[in-house]
Nanobody, 115 residues
Framework: QVQLVESGGGLVQPGGSLRLSCVAS????????MGWYRQTPGKQRDLVAV???????TYANSVKGRFTISRDNAKNTVHLQMDSLKPEDTAVYYC?????????WGQGTQVTVSS
């Protein structure tokens, strides 16, 4: 079994910052990519950012220059630093990892950007 636990979500004013973290534990042999996705009610889950095992990063156009993804391989942890937050960033954010045995997902953490 693999568990992903996210933390760091909450309410923040426009222009503010939040840092999301996700720790993966359990029967993990190796992690290929680690990423963050987000979803709003009635819409599909979209990629926010992903980082591969060689630290190659990919970002959604809407977050480029504002969000930064990083990982700590020794701790099976991935972070998402979110700066200059906008109301349209409001969503449930999900952590995901890609392994040789398939993808795994966290339970999600709510991020609300509002004044």
């Amino acid at each position: 079994q693999v568990q992903l636990v996210e933390s760091g979500g909450g309410l923040v004013q426009p222009g503010g910052s939040l840092r999301l973290s996700c720790v993966a534990s359990g029967s993990i042999v190796s992690i290929n990519a680690m990423g963050w996705y987000r979803q709003t009610p009635g819409k599909q889950r979209d990629l926010v950012a992903v980082i591969t095992s060689d630290d190659t990063t990919t970002y959604a156009n809407s977050v480029k220059g504002r969000f930064t993804i990083s990982r700590d391989n020794a701790k099976n942890t991935v972070h998402l630093q979110m700066d200059s937050l906008k109301p349209e960033d409001t969503a449930v954010y999900y952590c995901s990892i890609s392994t040789n045995y398939g993808p795994y997902w966290g339970q999600g953490t709510q991020v609300t950007v509002s004044s």
